[in-house]
């Protein structure tokens, strides 16, 4: 069945990843990341509608889902990629300003909330939604970026998750989380990657039971299980796709 989905995070690989598997599902898919250029880019990339908004604007994230409801109907899926680093690398923890640690829970944990907020209604009035967040395996352990404040923010995203999926599973809305491995999917991990080096790369293979890294793809084909049909009955999962971390 055709339904209305929203991506965030459209920008990142994962995002595109996997707004271009749902539209390949069959479903109406509109994108979103911050306004400019580089959403401008991915939905001509994509051949899909966008609309820009700060997600950590409540109010930007409340006229968005207005918009969407308007334009192309009501939201049922909600697959939520938008969040990471925000620019920032790992440092000692006296270096790390107020705004920096909030401007990552802004992106991380806020933008999944008022996100949620703003599409349960119509979730509810239908009896039927998916919500997939993208959490990380910072969510669940110490991160490689070394920054505090993602590993916080994602671990709170996992929690959030299964809050949201306690508090609206009873209307027919699953919640549910993927949490990454090591996946080349925007300029941030390309840094972290290079910072490596060869040695830490090659550690960080071999920590994989897989021995290879992940790919956008591997993500999408995770969230297109989770917001469909035949995943009713998963709710509160913190689905780690890692090829296995040792």
Do not use: C
């Not at 270096?95 to 907020?117: G, K, T, Y």
């Amino acid at each position: 069945m055709s339904r209305v989905a929203l991506v965030t995070g459209v920008v990142g690989g994962i995002g595109q990843a996997i707004a271009r598997r749902l539209a390949a599902e069959g479903h109406r898919v509109v994108v979103t990341d911050l306004p400019g250029p580089a959403l401008d880019a991915a939905a001509g990339a994509l051949g899909l509608p966008a609309i820009g908004a700060d997600l950590g604007d409540r109010a930007q994230v409340q006229a968005l889902i207005r918009r969407i409801a308007q334009d192309h109907g009501t939201v049922q899926i909600l697959a939520s990629a938008a969040g990471g680093v925000r620019g920032q690398v790992g440092r000692p923890i006296g270096e790390v300003s107020e705004d920096d640690w909030r401007v990552i829970f802004a992106a991380n944990v806020d933008s999944v909330f008022f996100l949620a907020q703003s599409v349960a209604e119509g979730m509810r009035a239908t009896g039927w939604g998916r919500i997939v967040t993208i959490s990380s395996g910072a969510g669940l352990r110490p991160s490689l970026t070394g920054i505090q404040a993602y590993t916080a923010a994602k671990h709170a995203l996992v929690g959030l998750t299964k809050q949201l999926s306690l508090d609206l599973g009873r209307y027919g809305i699953t919640v549910n989380s993927i949490a990454p491995g090591f996946v080349r999917s925007n300029p941030a991990t390309e840094r972290q990657w290079e910072a490596l080096g060869e040695d830490g790369q090659q550690a960080l293979i071999a920590r994989i039971h897989t021995r290879r890294l992940g790919r956008p793809e591997d993500i999408a084909a995770a969230a297109a299980f989770l917001t469909g049909e035949e995943a009713g009955w998963i709710s509160s999962q913190i689905l780690s796709v890692d090829g296995g971390v040792a």
